[in-house]
């Protein structure tokens, strides 16, 4: 009887150490993003959603809607800002408009490379933007890669800044953009990331422009085959929380969160170097024309009527100096 007893009470325990384990989730972060399921930034989200849920014991879950369920970029940060969408990875572009800081990390050529950039995000200018997202209603938690966003148009080989003059081009719903574009000559035309196959395709548009993997997942290589590596914006992309859907959590699972983001970030950073080499041999073999010798200085010293609108405070000033100091 003894015997049966004990090993009940292990079999118990050993039910109630499994029913912990595989508790079923209290908290269930919805989180958007625009791209496709297997694209590095959705993954990522994902490997943040298993180390939230292993550190919370299973209570904290994070569902991830790719492919731009939850709707584009613009209305799915409306959405955050009221706690209908818990989580989402955007673009810096278009959170411009919204969140005054983020605008200098979004300006053309302002940072010289990619390394530049992780230098500066991953330090104190970068915390310093994060933080600036809560007057608004977020709460920022990580800097993804968008790599560097170069043009591609269905028309013709651009080589030069005189190629794209007056040609119709695709921007992200930010003002900054639409200077960048008319400071180079072209018509500039916001619109969101989805309306850009059919509107290439349609003649609506001409061109955007964007990095080797999303120019490559959004098929935009399929209608608009002429890439010109100019490299003129390396824009950061950021994981925010709704302050709404935050401030519904204990501190220690604030924390379980704020710590999955950031340990996604390598995560991130190892899948997009392999999705950047993938695309771009996807796209050469579909026989995409890309042109990789470019004088970018022309397009720099255009830039200098948008850094001039748009860097306007001594504390803007003193932002850009910093950056450029960033070694
Ligand atoms: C991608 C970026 C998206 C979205 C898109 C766009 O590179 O990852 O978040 O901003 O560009 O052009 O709208």
Redesign the pocket.
């Known amino acids: 009887m003894k015997q049966l007893k004990t090993t009940l009470a292990a079999l118990l325990a050993t039910a109630a150490m499994a029913g912990a384990a595989m508790a079923e989730c209290e908290v269930t972060l919805k989180s958007s993003?625009?791209?496709p399921d297997g694209?590095p930034?959705v993954e990522a989200v994902k490997h943040m959603g298993a180390l939230a849920k292993e550190r919370s014991g299973g209570r904290i879950c994070i569902e991830v809607f790719h492919s731009a369920q939850l709707g584009?970029?613009k209305d799915t940060i409306e959405q955050t800002k009221f706690g209908v969408i818990d989580l989402n990875?955007?673009?810096m572009?278009?959170f411009n408009n919204l969140v005054e800081q983020t605008k200098i990390v979004s300006l053309p050529y302002i940072f010289r490379n990619v390394n530049h950039m992780h230098k500066v995000m991953d330090g104190a200018i970068g915390d310093e933007i994060l933080a600036a997202f809560a007057p608004h209603g977020f709460v920022g938690l990580a800097y993804?890669d968008?790599?560097s966003?170069s043009f591609y148009n269905s028309q013709k080989p651009i080589k030069s800044m005189e190629d794209l003059k007056g040609m119709k081009v695709?921007?992200?719903?930010s003002d900054i953009f639409v200077d960048m574009m008319t400071a180079m000559g072209a018509s500039a035309t916001p619109m969101?990331?989805g309306e850009?196959y059919s509107a290439i395709q349609t003649g609506v548009i001409e061109g955007?422009?964007?990095?080797w993997?999303?120019y490559e997942s959004?098929g935009h290589f399929e209608v608009a085959k002429y890439y010109t590596l100019d490299e003129h914006l390396i824009?950061p992309?950021v994981l925010v929380m709704s302050q709404v859907s935050w401030d519904r959590l204990s501190p220690e699972d604030q924390e379980i969160v704020k710590t999955a983001a950031k340990d996604s970030v390598p995560v991130m950073r190892k899948l997009w170097k392999e999705r950047e080499k993938a695309s771009e041999e996807k796209i050469r073999a579909a026989g995409a024309e890309i042109i990789t010798e470019i004088d970018k200085t022309p397009f720099i010293e255009a830039m200098i009527p948008v850094y001039e609108k748009y860097v306007t405070s001594p504390e803007m000033r003193d932002l850009v100096k910093r950056i450029q100091a960033t070694r």
């Open positions: 993003d625009t791209h694209y930034t584009e970029e990875r955007v673009s572009g278009p993804y968008g790599g966003r695709r921007v992200m719903q969101p990331y850009v955007a422009e964007n990095n993997p999303s959004s824009v992309e």
